[in-house]
Nanobody, 125 residues
């Protein structure tokens, strides 16, 4: 069983930064793709960023491109999301996820098999 735990969320003013972490346990971390998603109240869960198993390839939603950076440390079984120039519309519950089937970048929620419980990010205007 894979266990994912997010941390690093909080309240920040517009223009500020946060760094989210996702700690993984339960299986070989470095073999599979990972991603970040967010869900605002009343909306569906949306893709934010993904990274392949080795960390050599990344892909971002247009809304966060050039502001957010996804990375992973396979030695520490941890994935990160550096969020800069935050906007009020970034306010959401942020989830990390991992696939048990794919090693490349994956942006569809349906292709992820394990999810964390989320960390809240709130950006004030």
């Amino acid at each position: 069983q894979v266990h994912l735990v997010e941390s690093g969320g909080g309240l920040v003013e517009a223009g500020g930064s946060l760094r989210l972490s996702c700690a993984a346990s339960g299986r070989t971390f470095s073999s599979y793709a990972m991603g970040w998603f967010h869900q605002a109240p009343g909306k569906e869960r949306e893709f934010v960023a993904t990274i392949n198993s080795s960390g050599s390839s990344t892909y971002y939603a247009d809304s966060v491109k050039d502001r957010f950076t996804i990375s992973r440390d396979n030695a520490e079984n941890t994935m990160y999301l550096q969020m800069n120039s935050l906007k009020p519309e970034d306010t959401a519950l942020y989830y990390c996820a991992t696939s048990s089937r794919y090693s490349g970048t994956v942006y569809s929620t349906h292709l992820y098999d394990y999810w964390g419980q989320g960390t809240q990010v709130t950006v004030s205007s």
